[in-house]
Structure formats: C-alpha cells, structure tokens
C-alpha cells in the first residue's frame, strides 16, 4: 500500500506549475485537517488564476464521479477567492457535502457576492437546505432563515433575473409557505406576459418541486408548448407532479424532434408508468432509438426507474398517491395574463388541441396500444 503524499510535497506540487498535477494531487486535497488546511489556504494566492480554476473544475468533476472524496476545506477557501468563476465553482463543490454549518457562509454569498453567478449558485445550493426543513430534517431555526433570504432575493427589484429565478426554484420545496405559491404565480404570469423563456422555465420548474397539485392545471398548458425548452421543463414538473392523466401526452414527447425534449419526457414516464406495459414498451423503443451515448444512458436510466416503480407497485407497497390527476379544474378557468392566448403557446390553433381533456388524457394502465399508436392528444409535429 503506498504511503500517502506529505504535506510538504502536497504544497511543492501544487506551485509547481511546470507540471501537470497529477492524480495524487486531487486525492491528497480530499479530508484535509484543519493545519493542513491552513498550510494550502496560505499557498492558495500564489498559484496562478488558470492553476486555481483547474484545480476546481477537477474537484468537482472528481466528486460527480464518486462520492469518496470530501473537498469540505477546499471549498471554503475557494469560496475566499476574487475569481467570481472560482467562487461559483467552490460553492459547486460544497454543494455536495450536504452541512447545514454552511448555510451562513452560502447565505453571505447570496445578500453580498458582487457577482450575479455567484449568488445565483448561492442561491440554488440553498435549495437543499429548504427540503431538509420541509421534511424535517432541519431544525426551524435553520430552515426559516434561508427561506427567508430567498423570498428577500424575490422581492429584491434590483437583483438580477438568473439570482430571482434560482431563488424562486430553491424555496419552491417550502410549498406550505402562502408567499411561495404566490411568487410562483406572479413570476408565471409576468414571464408569460413578457414572453420570458427564462422565467416560464423557472416557474414550470418551481410548480413542480412544490409537489403542490394547484399546479398541474398550468403544467398541462405547456406539455405542446412551441418551445423545446418548455415543453421539457413541463413533462419534468408532470413526472415531479405525479399527473398520470397526462402519461398519453408524455408518450407523444418521446418521439419529439429533440432530444432533450424526450429525455424530459422518458424521465417523466419512468415515475409515472409503473406497471403500464404501454410506457415500458414506448422506453425499450426510445432507447434503441437514441440518437447519441448521452440520450442512451438517460433512456437506460429511465428504463431502471420504470421497473423499479413497477416492482413497487407490483409489489402492493404502499409510496404515495399515484393517482393524482391533472384536468380537475377546467382549464378555461386559468386566466393567463391579457394579451396571451392559448394559441401563442401551442402554436397553431388548428394543428394543436388541449392537452388535458377527460377524453385526451384518462389512461389506464390496462390500455396496451401498439408502438406505433399516437397518443390521443398528439397535436401535429412538435416545434
């Protein structure tokens, strides 16, 4: 077994920046104690801009790849540097530890950080840390104060939109808090109104982690939306929001002209479909059709999901209410912004027809039509 690096190499490698570090380089900066902490915090300015960056791009890179290693240290004196691209790579890499001792260190970068990125991350991050509180795995005293900070950054007029929409995704989990669902609702209907993409996006997202079934009446709006981008964003908020009724519409996104589009939707049919044979059948399809590795693994991954959910239910255990449907409330009774019209969403109104009818979507799970059937509310080629 091979001794680990000394500290004092440790330091000589990382200034020498006529090498490329190697592998034991990266491994010895994971766990580092405290004194050792304090010895790399104090070569840490020496290095040079592109050393620091590469040296945090590979520690995160590191950490997606395996969980065994803990840049704990590392990310707080990241955190300290005046790259704001560095800063927003730190609180990457502290996103993986999951300790609520971080919460005042990512709430200072959220209220100060010059940099919008920065505080945008920051405010993603603090997103974990608001469903901890939601389910009780956070003390109140805890979990108030960052939800708090997030709805500040909402209210904020002069902060930027990337920091408002991540801050909106973040406390979306805090369902239960009235000022959530109405911020939800405002950015909603200002993005519509204003055709922000961005926005619609970060609502469609926000309706979805609420796991709040108020929302699946404006879902089912954009599963046929002209925009890729939120056609995607929806069927994810319909898999998040358990809408079963809407599995024929997720069906006919499988086979959409783009690929991220049916990755959103495989996605959504692999929490949904458990024990529909129709869903199982439309995933073995779209996996043999994938068009490149990425869009295969998630195909894959999809497929795993599916049996899983199946063997559950198969199983007779008891997870959540699989059934929560989409369409209760009439969807005439969604009263968008003036000036927006359900035909600027889908498109054409003769080529598209409402996705959440009681005829287009009841779907049972004994219904078995062919691959090659169109879901009943199939509306013309997605855009």
Do not use: C
């Not at 840490?44 to 050393?51: D, G, I, N, T």
């Not at 960052?146 to 904020?156: I, S």
């Not at 002209?226 to 069906?251: N, W």
């Amino acid at each position: 077994m091979l001794e680990p690096m000394d500290l004092d190499t440790l330091l000589r490698l990382l200034q020498d920046e006529t090498i490329i570090l190697p592998p034991d380089v990266l491994y010895r900066l994971s766990d580092l104690g405290p004194d050792e902490a304090q010895a790399v915090a104090e070569v840490w300015p020496k290095l040079s801009p592109a050393r620091r960056r590469g040296l945090v791009e590979d520690m995160h890179d590191l950490l997606e790849m395996s969980h065994q290693f803990s840049f704990l240290e590392m990310g707080r004196i990241a955190l300290q540097d005046p790259d704001p691209y560095i800063r927003h790579k730190a609180i990457e890499i502290l996103w993986f530890e999951d300790d609520p001792h971080l919460i005042p260190l990512l709430l200072t970068r959220l209220r100060e950080d010059p940099d919008e990125q920065v505080r945008a991350t920051a405010a993603a991050a603090l997103g974990d840390y608001v469903f901890q509180g939601e389910v009780d795995e956070l003390p109140e005293w805890q979990h108030r104060p960052v939800v708090e900070a997030l709805l500040e950054a909402l209210a904020d007029d002069d902060e930027g939109a990337t920091v408002r929409y991540r801050a909106l995704e973040a406390v979306s989990y805090a369902s239960s808090v009235p000022e959530v669902r109405e911020w939800i609702e405002r950015v909603y209907r200002q993005s519509l109104a204003d055709n922000d993409e961005d926005g619609l996006r970060a609502a469609l997202f926000a309706m979805g982690r609420s796991a709040d079934p108020h929302w699946t009446q404006y879902v089912v709006l954009h599963l046929h939306d002209v925009r890729p981008s939120v056609r995607a964003e929806a069927a994810l908020a319909a898999g998040r929001l358990e809408m079963t009724r809407v599995i024929p519409d997720l069906l006919h996104l499988l086979e959409d002209p783009n690929k991220y589009v049916r990755m959103a939707a495989a996605t959504a049919l692999s929490d949904l479909g458990g024990a529909n044979e129709q869903v199982a059948r439309a995933l073995r399809k779209a996996l043999r059709r994938a068009e490149d590795e990425e869009e295969a693994q998630v195909m894959a991954e999809a497929l795993d999901n599916y049996d899983f959910q199946t063997s559950l239910v198969l199983g007779n255990l008891d997870l959540l209410d699989l059934t929560l449907k989409a369409g209760d409330t009439d969807l005439l009774e969604v009263q968008l912004p003036d000036g927006v019209a359900l035909e600027r969403l889908n498109g054409d109104a003769e080529d598209h027809t409402p996705a959440a009818t009681d005829d287009a979507t009841d779907v049972s799970p004994d219904a078995q039509p062919e691959d090659g059937d169109e879901s009943a509310t199939s509306r013309g080629d997605a855009s």
